[in-house]
Nanobody
Framework: QVQLVESGGGLVQAGGSLRLSCAAS????????MGWFRQAPGKEREFVAT????????YHADSVQGRFTISRDNVRNTVYLQMSSLKPEDTAVYYC?????????????????WGRGTQVTVSS
């Protein structure tokens, strides 16, 4: 079992930055593909970014490309999402997810483990 705990969310003005962290426990995540997803009120869970187990491969959704960056520190068993140039439409609960795989994955259905999420609110 992998337990995931997100942190770093909060209220920020448009154009600002936040860094989300996802701390894993229970297993070493160096063999796990990791992803960030988000869900706004009344909307489906949406893919944001994914990173391979080694960190060599990443993929970001078009809506965040160039503004968000996913990274990982396998020594610290932690995954990050650096968010900059934030927009009001980025407001959502952000979730971290893990899958026992060396590849990258974009569908929520492909992930086995989920955190409880952290709220990000961007004011205009």
């Amino acid at each position: 079992q992998v337990q995931l705990v997100e942190s770093g969310g909060g209220l920020v003005q448009a154009g600002g930055s936040l860094r989300l962290s996802c701390a894993a426990s229970g297993r070493i995540i160096s063999s796990y593909g990791m992803g960030w997803f988000r869900q706004a009120p009344g909307k489906e869970r949406e893919f944001v970014a994914t990173i391979s187990a080694s960190g060599a491969s990443t993929y970001h959704a078009d809506s965040v490309q160039g503004r968000f960056t996913i990274s990982r520190d396998n020594v610290r068993n932690t995954v990050y999402l650096q968010m900059s140039s934030l927009k009001p439409e980025d407001t959502a609960v952000y979730y971290c997810a893990a899958r026992s795989s060396y590849a990258i994955h974009r569908s929520p259905a492909e992930y086995s483990y989920w955190g409880r999420g952290t709220q990000v609110t961007v004011s205009s």
